[in-house]
C-alpha cells in the first residue's frame, strides 16, 4: 500500500534494529483518513470472504477494527482484553501472550458470549512480529468453534518472522507493507506486495 509505505518513511522512527515507532498516525495519534483507506484494501483483499465478526486485541487494534469494520458492512468489533476486571464474564476463552515490546507474557481474554461457533472471523492488528498475539486470537478463535477467515495486518515486520510462519500454515494473511529491514535506521520494504 504506497501511501502507507510513504507515510512510515515519513514519520516513521526507527528505535535500536527492530522497533518501528508510528505513533504519530497509527497508534497513538490516529489519521482517520489513512485507517479508512487501510479499511478499503482489506475490504478489497478478503471480498469473496463471508466475515460475520472482526476480532482484534486492545487497545491499539480497537480503532483499527471499528473503522476497517466500516468496509464490511458493520460487523461487530470484538477486542480481547489484556485486564481481569469485575466487568468481564467469568466464563471466557482466554491464551497466554508473550509480548516482544514488553518482554512478559499478558493474558488474553473474550467473553465466550461474543465468539460463537460457525462465526465467519477476520482478525485485524496493527503490527505482526513473531506472530504471538495472532496466534494467541487463533487459539480463542478454535476454542470457539469458529472459523479463522482471514488475518489484516497494516505493519508486518517480515524480519521477525511471524508472517511466513502463519502463511506457511495456510492463512490468508494481508500485511500491507512488510518491513524487511531496518539496519541503522534505514527501513527497507518486502517488494511483492
Ligand atoms: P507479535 O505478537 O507479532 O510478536 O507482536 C505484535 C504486537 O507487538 C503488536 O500488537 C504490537 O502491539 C507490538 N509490536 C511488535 N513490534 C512492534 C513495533 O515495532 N512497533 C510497535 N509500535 N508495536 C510493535
Known amino acids: 500500500m504506497e501511501i502507507l509505505k510513504k507515510r512510515i518513511l515519513e514519520d516513521g522512527i526507527v528505535i535500536g534494529d527492530d522497533i518501528l515507532k508510528v505513533d504519530s498516525f497509527l497508534n497513538h495519534q490516529i489519521d482517520v483518513d489513512l485507517y479508512n483507506e487501510i479499511g478499503k484494501e482489506f475490504k478489497a483483499h478478503f471480498k469473496n470472504k ?30 480481547a482484553k489484556k485486564t481481569e476486571s469485575l466487568n468481564l464474564d467469568k466464563d471466557i476463552y482466554h491464551s497466554e501472550v508473550y509480548s516482544f515490546t514488553k518482554k512478559k507474557s499478558y493474558k488474553v481474554m473474550v467473553s ?37 477467515q482471514g488475518v489484516g495486518i497494516v505493519v508486518e515486520k517480515g524480519f521477525q518472522g511471524g508472517g511466513d510462519e502463519l502463511r506457511n500454515r495456510g492463512i490468508d494473511l494481508k500485511s500491507l507493507a512488510i518491513v524487511d529491514s531496518m539496519k541503522n535506521g534505514k527501513i527497507v520494504f518486502r517488494e511483492e506486495i
Open 50 to 79: 463471508k466475515i460475520d465478526k472482526i476480532l482484534t486485541i486492545e487497545a491499539s487494534g480497537i480503532g483499527l477494527a471499528c473503522v476497517v469494520s466500516q468496509h464490511f458492512g458493520c460487523v461487530p468489533v470484538v477486542f
Open 112 to 148: 465466550k458470549r461474543y465468539l460463537n461457533p460457525d462465526e465467519n472471523i477476520l482478525v485485524i492488528d496493527d503490527f505482526l512480529a513473531n506472530g504471538k498475539a495472532i496466534i494467541g486470537l487463533e487459539s480463542i478463535i478454535n476454542q470457539a468453534g469458529a472459523k479463522l
